[in-house]
């Protein structure tokens, strides 16, 4: 058995308006006036409605059809080298010349990455490391020791910030190497 379709609450609100609409424009032409005249002399809140119901499920159709596409990012809090993901980490350093977050996320998960190639190399605990990497670093690379004290890091130039990134990779390369 099929069901009977009953016209939604929309239609039934457009058909009462258009109802409205109609018995409106009877009146003045009933006394003789034609349709524009009749038209004109309707309120702005009867006519409003019909350019805007008309155009507003072509628009609601076009909105969705052009609607960006959320981009899936990951967890900025997630470390991406505790799975072993360095092409997250890529990433990161990649997107660090764009902005003040990133960079300050850069910066914080090379410290990670320095603080336990320290805790290794000394076998120390990572505070005692840390310490111990900072003075170290401190007297070989101060330009490096800067960049992890976060000092002048957003008034860098994207290229002077990714020169930067290289050289302190570079600094911890041959520190993880002298172990």
Same mark, same amino acid.
């Given at each position: 058995?099929?069901?009977?379709?009953?016209?939604?609450?929309?239609?039934?609100?457009?058909?009462?308006?258009?109802?409205?609409?109609?018995?409106?424009?009877?009146?003045?032409?009933?006394?003789?006036?034609?349709?524009?005249?009749?038209?004109?002399?309707?309120?702005?809140?009867?006519?409003?409605?019909?350019?805007?119901?008309?155009?507003?499920?072509?628009?609601?159709?076009?909105?969705?059809?052009?609607?960006?596409?959320?981009?899936? #990012?990951? @967890?900025?809090?997630?470390?991406?080298?505790?799975?072993?993901?360095?092409?997250?980490?890529?990433?990161?350093?990649?997107?660090?010349?764009?902005?003040?977050?990133?960079?300050?996320?850069?910066?914080?998960?090379?410290?990670?990455?320095?603080?336990?190639?320290?805790?290794? #190399?000394?076998?120390?605990?990572? @505070?005692?490391?840390?310490?111990?990497?900072?003075?170290?670093?401190?007297?070989?690379?101060? @330009?490096?020791? #800067?960049?992890?004290?976060?000092?002048?890091?957003?008034?860098?130039?994207?290229?002077?910030?990714? @020169?930067?990134?290289?050289?302190?990779?570079?600094?911890?390369?041959?520190?993880?190497?002298?172990?």
């Amino acid at each position: 058995m099929k069901k009977k379709s009953s016209p939604g609450p929309v239609a039934l609100m457009v058909l009462t308006g258009l109802i409205v609409i109609l018995c409106a424009l009877a009146v003045p032409m009933r006394r003789g006036a034609t349709l524009w005249e009749a038209i004109a002399v309707l309120p702005q809140a009867v006519l409003w409605p019909i350019p805007i119901a008309l155009a507003l499920p072509a628009l609601v159709s076009l909105g969705l059809r052009v609607r960006p596409r959320r981009v899936h #990012r990951p @967890d900025p809090d997630r470390d991406p080298l505790s799975d072993g993901s360095l092409a997250a980490f890529a990433d990161l350093l990649r997107r660090a010349t764009d902005g003040r977050w990133a960079r300050s996320r850069a910066s914080s998960r090379l410290a990670h990455l320095a603080m336990h190639v320290a805790s290794v #190399r000394h076998g120390t605990s990572e @505070d005692v490391a840390w310490a111990l990497f900072q003075r170290e670093t401190a007297e070989r690379e101060p @330009d490096v020791a #800067r960049f992890f004290r976060r000092e002048g890091l957003f008034s860098l130039s994207g290229e002077e910030f990714a @020169d930067l990134v290289e050289r302190t990779l570079t600094y911890l390369e041959h520190y993880e190497q002298e172990a």
